[in-house]
């Protein structure tokens, strides 16, 4: 360890190491570039890569970043994005969840795919993608459908789980699941040209609010499907909102929803009591 | 009485975006949503005065209804 850390420090230029430096340093210890990049991190240095992250990200919240788990369900419009932005964020592991193979009419909004992936598995693609933008972090492909009867074991470890599927009783049962894991929920969904974000922390009770009306179907993604801008901004809000819950930084979307209009143009934040006080009146 | 309505994503369409609406004292949201010809199944979330709310309640004077349809594509 001593040795390693050597080798790190001598490569330094100031605080910033460069990729150059760490892969020398996996190559040179037979090491994953996982183990350099805690090491960089815990000896104060910067991964060269993070260094347009600083003043928003510092070494020290790196390192909470690089130590982190998320869980992200679903690997399609809103999953794709957000495991790209959560690797380059530098979130340690990511944990990828979708039974699904890529498909033509995925083609026109879900970023992990392309025509050479169609038939393969989204999870499988993850990974790749993974591995080539960001080494240093882990991505576990679970290429199975969340089912409240798995969802114990596959949300196991996770700080955060983000919700990028496209069904909402799953999403309602996913609700129940991090709620009884006393797990963050980031919840986003889209339509058309409509979105919504909102954050579920252990004890809230706001998906099964956002969703009371509903009986059976699907929502408005039905009739006006999803272009590609929808999920990339609908993500980047999810992902903001991850980072913030693992540094514990900033104001979370809890007890409120971002309501998403990118036909009018229109950022709306509706503001709710939770369930229980509204019950009460 | 006069309550305001918001509309949000798709519901708006061929209707408004927000309005202040007329309606006789202790009016049932599910009496606007009816005249709003808005199917019942394509609603989310209702929202009475920044409160969750059932299509029972009964409207007041100056109340403020928001309704959202299902979003639900990933």
């Known amino acids: 360890m001593e040795r390693l850390h050597l080798f790190l420090k001598e490569r330094a230029d100031n605080d910033l190491l460069s990729w150059t430096a760490q892969f020398a340093a996996a190559e040179h210890f037979g090491i994953s570039f996982a183990h350099v990049e805690e090491a960089t991190l815990e000896l104060g240095l910067l991964p060269a890569r993070y260094q347009r992250n600083r003043q928003a990200i510092s070494v020290v919240q790196q390192l909470r970043l690089f130590s982190s788990t998320v869980a992200v369900i679903g690997c399609g419009g809103l999953g794709g994005y957000a ?7 530098g979130v340690g592991t990511i944990v990828a969840i979708d039974p699904d ?6 083609l026109n909004r879900q970023i992990l795919s392309t025509p050479a992936t169609l ?3 989204k999870v499988q693609a993850a990974a790749a993608r993974v591995a080539e933008i960001n080494p240093a972090v882990t991505l576990v492909p679970i290429q199975i459908a969340y089912a409240p009867k798995n969802g114990n074991d596959i949300l196991h470890g996770a700080q955060v789980v983000v919700d990028a599927l496209d069904s909402i009783p799953t999403r309602l049962a996913l609700a129940e699941t991090c709620a009884g894991l006393d797990v963050p929920l980031v919840h986003g969904a889209i339509g058309g040209w409509y979105g919504q974000v909102a954050t579920q922390f252990p004890g809230d009770d706001t998906i099964r609010m956002l969703y009371s009306r509903w009986v059976e179907g699907k929502g408005v993604e039905q009739q006006l499907g999803n272009p590609a801008f929808t999920p990339a901004l609908v993500a980047s809000i999810e992902t903001a909102e991850v980072c913030k819950i693992l540094l ?3 104001e979370p979307l809890r007890h409120r929803k971002l309501s998403i209009n990118l036909l009018d143009m229109e950022f709306a934040e509706v503001r709710f009591e939770p369930l229980q006080e509204a019950v009460g009146m | ?10 519901f708006r369409a061929g209707r408004f975006a927000v309005e202040p609406r007329t309606y006789p004292p202790g009016t049932p949201i599910v009496e606007v949503i009816r005249e709003l010809d808005i199917p019942e199944a394509q609603i989310g979330m209702i929202m009475l005065n920044n409160r969750h709310a059932e299509p029972e309640q009964e409207l007041h004077e100056g109340d403020n209804l ?4 299902l979003v639900g594509g990933g």
């Open chain 2, 66 to 69: 928001s309704l959202f349809p």
């Open chain 1, 101 to 106: 193979v890529f498909e033509e009419h995925n």
């Open chain 1, 248 to 250: 514990g930084e900033g």
């Open chain 1, 83 to 89: 495991i790209e932005e959560l690797a380059r964020l």
């Open chain 1, 119 to 121: 038939g393969r598995p």
């Open chain 2, 1 to 10: 009485m006069q309550i305001t309505v918001k509309l949000f994503a798709t």
